[in-house]
């Protein structure tokens, strides 16, 4: 049997956000651990970097971010450049011209929303769909459509370019529709790679600090900020913001790059979160979490609780509070800890599969 050896990730890898840039850096080297010769596809854009900048600077539009806290955005951005140069990249080409990418006898894309077309910058960008790569086999994993809901569907036209996919793996329902839909077929429903391939995030809680608990996202609603808030002062653990300015929080952790965010993560009490990858990081650490997540991540949210059947980890208005308590105060379990063993098996089968 031929294993392909050279394999090019295609993916997010240069966002200023924790979740997609660990995403990035477990899938490849997850797939280094089994033996492959992996990086990462390093596509360059002027025009998505400005975006990206732009995004980092002021996450939480309209809402626009103090000035005081610019310098700490800033020296976040500047982390997280540091770390993209740490990651194992392709020589960088034009996002406009994938056949500048290289020749790799295997192509993975994903994870993260590759395909979503709603997203603001990367979306509907044919390079993500394969187009243009010079490749023998293209493999999707864990691939997401985001928020793009499976009612709207997809166009033909890029129905015909997923054809081209030797294997098809997605990591929400809603993406497993939109391919079911659009090619008949049923696609693997597989583990982010933040779950799948954990080494690099599990690691020992920084000693010798008091118990907090990290509060990660922004555009929390009124209602999870004031709830949060009373649990806060009833427990005596205070709140630490990371990431993103929260005023609620007692502590804030702007400019933290991406490994602080795991320290921080592993040293956490309990997770409050209203994005896909604090849950995950919550999961992995096996921390008490709850999420209520933005409409811009509800699919994604949504479809993970689901498949893992952690679905009464999602609050919503009116939830009380001693069910925040029993939430806050014990991880999500043992049937959650064997679905995602279960899922893990799947996942490593369908790589096997997909790269033989």
């Known amino acids: 049997m031929t294993f392909p050896r050279r394999v090019g990730v295609l993916t997010f890898h240069r966002c200023i956000n924790y979740g997609s840039y660990w995403q990035a850096r477990c899938l490849v080297e997850g797939l280094r651990a089994r033996g492959y010769d992996a990086e990462l596809l390093d596509h360059e854009c002027d025009a998505v970097t400005r975006a ?9 539009l ?17 982390k997280f450049v540091q770390a993209f140069e740490e990651l194992p990249r392709s020589p960088g080409f034009p996002l406009h011209a994938p056949e500048a990418a290289g020749d790799y006898d295997a192509i993975v894309v994903g994870s993260d929303e590759v395909w979503n077309f709603r997203h603001p910058w990367y979306g509907s960008k044919p390079i993500f769909f394969g187009s243009g790569l010079s490749t023998p086999r293209l493999i999707s994993y864990a691939a997401s459509f985001g928020n793009h809901d499976a009612a709207d569907g997809i166009h033909p036209e890029w129905a015909a370019e997923l054809r081209r996919f030797s294997h098809i793996s997605i990591r929400d329902e809603n993406s497993r529709q939109l391919i079911r839909g659009a090619l008949g077929c049923d696609p693997e429903l597989v583990l982010d790679p933040c779950l799948q391939f954990p080494g690099a995030i599990v690691r020992e809680a920084p000693p010798g600090e008091a118990p907090y608990a990290l509060v990660y996202g922004h555009g929390l609603p009124r209602w999870l900020q004031e709830a949060t808030r009373r649990w806060s002062r009833r427990t005596g653990i205070r709140l630490v913001s990371i990431g993103y300015g ?12 991406p490994e602080e ?4 993560v592993a040293g956490a009490s309990a997770v409050i979160t209203n994005f896909f990858h604090g849950c995950v990081f919550a999961l992995v650490n096996n921390k008490p979490f709850v999420s209520a997540p933005s409409a811009y991540r509800f699919n994604k949210v949504r479809d993970l609780a689901a498949s ?10 009116g939830t009380s509070d001693e069910s925040f308590d029993a939430l806050l105060a014990e991880p999500a379990g043992p049937g959650v800890t064997r ?3 279960a899922l893990r098996v799947r996942s490593d089968r369908y790589l096997d599969a997909a790269l033989a």
């Open 52 to 60: 990206e900048w732009r995004c980092a600077f002021q996450p939480a």
């Open 62 to 78: 309209p809402e626009r971010t103090p000035r005081s806290d610019f310098a700490h955005y800033k020296a976040k951005g500047r």
């Open 246 to 257: 929260n005023d609620f929080a007692d502590e804030q952790r702007i400019a933290a790059g």
């Open 261 to 264: 965010f795991a320290d921080a």
């Open 308 to 317: 893992l059947g952690a679905e009464r980890r999602l609050v919503e208005e």
């Open 339 to 341: 679905a995602i063993a």
